[in-house]
C-alpha cells in the first residue's frame, strides 16, 4: 500500500506540475503575441507619419509614398501572421484596403491622396492591439 500511495502522489505531482506549466506557457504566449502587435502597429504608426510627410512633400520626392506604403504592408504582413484574434485581423484588413486605396490613388496621378483613411485604420488596430 505504502508504495502505492507514493506513487499515486507522484503521478498527481507530475500532472499538477504539467498542467500548471501548460498553463503559464499559453499565457506567456498570449502576453508574447500581444506586445509583438502593440509593436508592429507602433512601428504601423511611425509608418504613417512618414506616409504623412512624403505626401506632404510628393512634389520633391514621389517615391517616398510608395516606400511608406511598403512599410506599413510589410508590418501588416508581421501582424497577420503571429495572429488569430478577430478584431485584429479585422483591423488589419482595414488599414490594407487603406493602403491599397493610396497606392491606387496616387498610381492614377493624385499626387496628394488623402491619408486620413490610413491614419484611421492605424489608430483602429493599435486601439485593438491593446485591448
Avoid: W
Wanted: proline share 2%; glycine share 4%.
Amino acid at each position: 500500500m505504502a508504495v502505492s500511495r507514493r506513487r499515486l502522489t507522484a503521478v498527481a505531482v507530475v500532472v499538477a506540475t504539467a498542467t500548471l506549466t501548460a498553463g503559464l506557457t499559453t499565457g506567456c504566449d498570449a502576453v508574447g503575441k500581444a506586445l509583438d502587435c502593440v509593436q508592429t502597429a507602433d512601428s504601423i504608426a511611425d509608418s504613417v507619419t512618414d506616409l504623412q510627410q512624403a505626401v506632404e512633400n510628393a512634389a520633391n520626392d514621389p517615391t517616398q509614398a510608395d516606400s511608406s506604403l511598403n512599410a506599413i504592408e510589410k508590418n501588416l504582413d508581421k501582424i497577420g501572421d503571429k495572429t488569430d484574434n478577430a478584431d485584429v485581423n479585422k483591423a488589419v484588413d482595414h488599414l490594407q484596403k487603406a493602403v491599397d486605396n493610396i497606392r491606387t490613388a496616387i498610381k492614377n496621378g493624385d499626387r496628394t491622396p488623402d491619408v486620413s483613411p490610413v491614419t484611421d485604420a492605424a489608430g483602429e488596430l493599435t486601439k485593438v492591439c491593446t485591448k
